[in-house]
């Protein structure tokens, strides 16, 4: 059946800053999804996230990235970064962390060392006047073949579960 997901790989932490999960891309697939059913952090901040390559977490200035922030008791705000060295604006909880949050992204050819890796992403956490929304759309500028990620928060530590799926 074409778009269906065939899982692949499972990270989890607990009180960490931050979270690798690697070997999760192959030539077997163009596309993957990401999804993060928990995350529970110590402090009101951003969602973060690095590349791996060859040479590990690509901590350079590759990511450029647009992104949607839908405050729920606020208009709403776009980021633009290019150049970065990190994509920034993954997901926002503030504090009260633990009434829940979630991601879901795709993927886009990280395995093919003669194209860029896409990312997009959508999520969702709670605020201190109400929920807070992210739509993000992002590029890592390096054709190479990237082989995991790296999740972190702003600061402080979190619990993160991840889990990583093939599109068939």
């Known amino acids: 059946m074409p778009g269906s997901l065939e899982f692949i790989k499972s990270a989890t932490g607990s009180s960490v800053s931050s979270l690798q999960i690697t070997d999760c891309f192959s030539d077997t697939y163009d596309v993957y999804f990401v999804s993060i059913t928990k995350l529970d952090r110590s402090t009101a901040q951003y969602l973060r996230l690095k590349v791996i390559d060859s040479g590990g977490v690509d901590s350079t200035a590759n990511y450029d990235l647009a992104a949607l922030e839908m405050e729920s008791s606020t208009s709403f705000a776009e980021l633009k970064?290019?150049?970065?060295?990190?994509?920034?604006?993954?997901?926002?909880?503030?504090?009260?962390?633990?009434?829940?949050?979630?991601?879901?992204?795709?993927?886009f050819n990280p395995f093919d060392s003669s194209s860029f890796t896409f990312f997009q992403s959508q999520s969702v956490g709670y605020y201190s006047s109400g929920l807070i929304g992210h739509k993000m759309i992002g590029v890592h500028t390096v054709a190479e073949q990237i082989l995991g990620l790296e999740f972190f928060p702003t600061s402080g530590t979190f619990d993160l579960t991840v889990n990583v799926f093939g599109v068939k």
């Open 81 to 107: 970064n290019t150049n970065q060295d990190q994509f920034t604006s993954l997901q926002y909880q503030g504090t009260g962390a633990d009434d829940g949050a979630g991601l879901s992204m795709y993927v």
